[in-house]
């Protein structure tokens, strides 16, 4: 079964440092997102990405932040000056195109970010 | 915002004990999605429901989308151990959006 797989799994790394997690979503989707869970607490939607461009975000989602689909299979998330309240377990999704299908997200496992 | 409410947050239940999680949102949903998250693990799309009044259902799992479609629950009739992790819902506002708003979820745990 195709699935959304994200890279690094864990990553540490030194408040202030910039992070780019990665993703690769199902070969034939085209609707993508980023969201981010707290430990113990809810998931929250940060951005969504369609046609090469920031269709959605959140409050979330600031100056910090931003994505990138560098090539065909790629989707990045890049937070440019760390912080400690940005540890958390970010996830990936991905969505099609036609029908009802492209309203269902298929989630990657997640990488966990630990800023110290 | 879009606010989207679920209850209870966790829930414990022996063995083959019914089980029910409750999700209300502020406002009027265009559909609503449910997921389930295991222990250390991402969540998995179990079900979307769209129409007022839907319910639908797979295996031991039944789901129900409100008449006003602000509201949906998930029942579980004779819970198993494998049925352990947290049930999350997620409501979708309107057309030409796909941001998904997320419940904070119940955990279930199930006692053998």
């Known amino acids: 079964e195709p699935e959304v797989t994200q890279t690094p799994s864990h990553q540490v790394t030194q408040m202030g440092q910039e992070v780019i997690l990665r993703c690769v979503p199902i070969?034939?989707?085209?609707?993508f997102y980023w969201y981010r869970q707290i430990l113990g607490q809810k998931v929250e939607f940060l951005v969504s990405?369609?046609?090469?461009?920031?269709?959605?975000k959140s409050e979330i989602f600031d100056d910090q932040f931003s994505v990138e689909r560098p090539d065909g299979s790629n989707f990045t998330l890049k937070i440019r000056s760390t912080k400690l309240e940005d540890s958390a377990m970010y996830f990936c999704?991905?969505?099609?195109?036609?029908?009802?299908?492209?309203?269902?997200?298929?989630f990657g496992a997640g990488t966990r970010l630990s800023v110290l | 915002g879009q606010q989207v409410m679920q209850i209870p947050q966790y829930q414990h239940v022996q063995e083959g004990e019914d089980f029910t999680t409750y999700c209300n949102s502020s406002?009027?949903?265009?559909?609503i999605q449910w997921y389930k998250q295991r222990p250390g693990g991402h969540p998995v799309f179990l079900i979307q429901?769209?129409?007022?009044?839907e319910v639908k259902k797979q295996k031991r799992l039944t789901f129900q989308f409100g008449e006003a479609k602000k509201n949906s629950s998930l029942h579980i009739t004779a819970t198993q151990t494998t049925d352990v992790g947290t049930y999350f819902c997620?409501?979708?506002?309107?057309?030409?959006?796909?941001?998904?708003?997320f419940g904070k979820g119940t955990k279930l745990s199930v006692i053998p």
């Open positions: 990405f369609y046609n090469n461009e920031i269709s959605e």
């Open positions: 406002t009027t949903l265009s559909n």
């Open positions: 999704a991905s969505s099609a195109w036609q029908g009802a299908a492209k309203n269902i997200q298929y």
């Open positions: 070969s034939n989707h085209l609707y």
């Open positions: 997620a409501g979708r506002s309107g057309a030409g959006s796909y941001q998904l708003t």
């Open positions: 429901l769209v129409k007022s009044g």
